[in-house]
C-alpha cells in the first residue's frame, strides 16, 4: 500500500483519545439543515405524537453521527465509520420512514430494485479507492452520507409497502450481503483503507487490527439488524395467518 497522506475529511483529522471529548462539530450549515428539517416535519407532517418521536429520534441520531465526537472519532477508526454507515443507513433511515405514514411515502420503483441498489450504493462506497476519495474532501464526503441514506431510505420505504414475505426475502438478502462484506473486510490479508493507516495508531490499534474489528462488526451485529428485522417482519405475518376468519 502507497504511503499514508495526511487526510483531512469533513470531521477533520483523527483524534487521539485526549482529544476527543473536544472535537465537536459546530458546522453552522450542518446545524441549519437539522433545525430546519425538524420544523418543516413539524410545520408541515400533522402526524400522530408516535410518529414525531420516531423523527425526533432520527434527527438525535443524526446529531450524534455528525455533531458529537463520534463524528471525529469516524476519522481515526475504520471500526467507528462503520458504526456510523451502520446507524445510518439501518436505523436513521427506517426511523425517518416510519416518521410518515405510510401512505406518504411513495418511493418509485419497487423492492427488489431498491435491495439491490442500496447493497450497490454500501459496496460502492466501502471499495478502498472510492472510500479513501470520499474522505478527501467535504463534497466527497457528503456525496456518500447522502447516497447511503437516500437509498437506505427508498429500500425502508419500498419494503413497507411491500407484502410482508417479500419484505422477508429483502431483509435476509440485504442480510447476506451485509454479511459477506463484512467477511471480506475481516479477513483481508493487509490494512485496506489508506485514510486509516495511522489513527487507528493513536488509540492501540495497528490499522489491520482496526479494518478486522470493523469487519466484524458488519458481520455480525449490523447484519443482525437485518435479521431481527425479518424476525419482526415475519411473526407478525405468522400472527396474521393465524387468526380466525371471521364469519
Known sequence: MNEPQAWTPYCGAAPSPAELLARWNFDPLLLLALVAAGGIYAWRAGEARHRRHRFAAAIALLAILFISPFCALTSALFAARVVHH???????????????????????????????LHALVFWLWHAPPIYAWALSGDAAYWLMQA?????????????????????????????????????????????????????????????????????????????????????????????????????
Open 86 to 116: 451502520v446507524a445510518l443507513t439501518a436505523v436513521a433511515a427506517p426511523l425517518i420512514v416510519l416518521a410518515f405514514a405510510s401512505e406518504r411515502i411513495r418511493p418509485a420503483g419497487g423492492l427488489a430494485t431498491w435491495t439491490a
Open 147 to 247: 447516497t447511503l441514506l437516500g437509498s437506505a431510505f427508498g429500500f425502508w420505504a419500498a419494503l413497507r409497502r411491500s407484502p410482508a414475505l417479500a419484505g422477508v426475502g429483502a431483509l435476509l438478502a440485504t442480510m447476506v450481503q451485509m454479511g459477506l462484506l463484512g467477511a471480506l473486510i475481516t479477513f483481508s490479508g493487509g490494512p485496506l483503507y489508506a485514510p486509516h493507516l495511522v489513527g487507528p495508531q493513536l488509540w492501540g490499534f495497528s490499522p489491520l487490527e482496526d479494518q478486522q474489528l470493523a469487519g466484524l462488526i458488519m458481520w455480525a451485529p449490523a447484519a443482525g439488524l437485518y435479521l431481527a428485522a425479518a424476525l419482526v417482519l415475519l411473526g407478525r405475518w405468522l400472527r396474521r395467518e393465524a387468526r380466525p376468519a371471521l364469519p
